[in-house]
């Protein structure tokens, strides 16, 4: 059995996703990738990772519907959210905060920031 850790993210635009991918499995974690909402929930009951990132305006099934999701679920509502998303509206940010997220972080983001805070939350498990 691996001890890397899982994340499962949820990002539509494409290099970010590519990026994302390379820096985590860089840093030796184990990624699952959706591309858009669709699909996440049910991933992360399967999967049961030990993060999820979700960014917010995707297409069918945005990151705040599957957090909501996530969270409303007793078997997976402890595991952390991180929101990686353009969208700075204070709206957002508050909404996706008190929806249970541990994190919002901005697009675009500097790697080694999201790198030490991803595995700040994860020392915190």
Do not use: C
């Not at 999820?52 to 995707?58: G, H, K, S, T, Y």
């Not at 709206?91 to 697009?107: F, M, N």
């Amino acid at each position: 059995m691996s001890d890397k850790k899982t994340i499962i993210f949820a990002e539509d635009t494409v290099h970010i996703a590519k990026l994302l991918k390379f820096k985590l499995e860089k840093e030796g974690f184990n990624l699952i990738h959706f591309p858009s909402g669709v699909g996440v929930t049910e991933g992360v009951i399967k999967y049961k990772p030990d993060l999820v990132m979700l960014d917010i305006m995707m297409p069918v099934k945005d990151g705040l519907t599957v957090l909501k999701e996530l969270k409303s679920n007793p078997s997976i509502a402890n595991i952390p959210v991180i929101l990686l998303t353009a969208n700075s509206h204070e709206e957002y940010v508050v909404k996706g905060l008190q929806l249970g997220a541990i994190d919002y972080i901005l697009k675009p983001f500097a790697s080694a920031e999201l790198m030490l805070r991803i595995k700040n939350i994860l020392k915190m498990r």
